[in-house]
């Protein structure tokens, strides 16, 4: 089994800039993808970002993209969500997601989910 932890989130200001973490426990062996996704009250999880296994592609929704980016440290078994120009449309719980294959659809593994609201 594998475990993750996101978390983060917090309130703040339009145009501020927020960094959110995944770390990954367990049973997490070989190469894996993570990506980042957000839930709206009442709405579906959308994707928001990704990262392959190896770290070397990222995967953004159109809209994140130039403002949001995804790393990783292989060696911590963390992924990080750097937030920038924070909009109050981008108010939501975030989740980053596990996934062997880079299936974003259904990753196999979820965090708990981190709350992230943006203030005009």
């Known amino acids: 089994q594998v475990q993750l932890v996101d978390s983060g989130g917090k309130s703040v200001q339009a145009g501020d800039s927020l960094t959110l973490s995944c770390v990954v426990s367990g049973r997490a062996f070989g190469r894996y993808y993570i990506a980042w996704y957000r839930q709206v009250d009442g709405k579906e999880r959308d994707f928001v970002a990704g990262?392959?296994?190896?770290?070397?592609?990222?995967y953004f929704s159109d809209s994140v993209k130039g403002r949001f980016t995804v790393s990783r440290d292989t060696m911590a078994n963390a992924a990080y969500l750097q937030m920038n120009m924070l909009k109050p449309e981008d108010s939501a719980l975030y989740f980053c997601?596990?996934?062997?294959?880079?299936?974003?659809?259904?990753?196999?593994?979820w965090g708990q989910g981190t709350r992230v609201t943006v203030s005009s």
């Open positions: 990262i392959s296994d190896s770290g070397a592609s990222t």
């Open positions: 997601g596990f996934s062997y294959g880079g299936n974003w659809a259904a990753p196999d593994y």
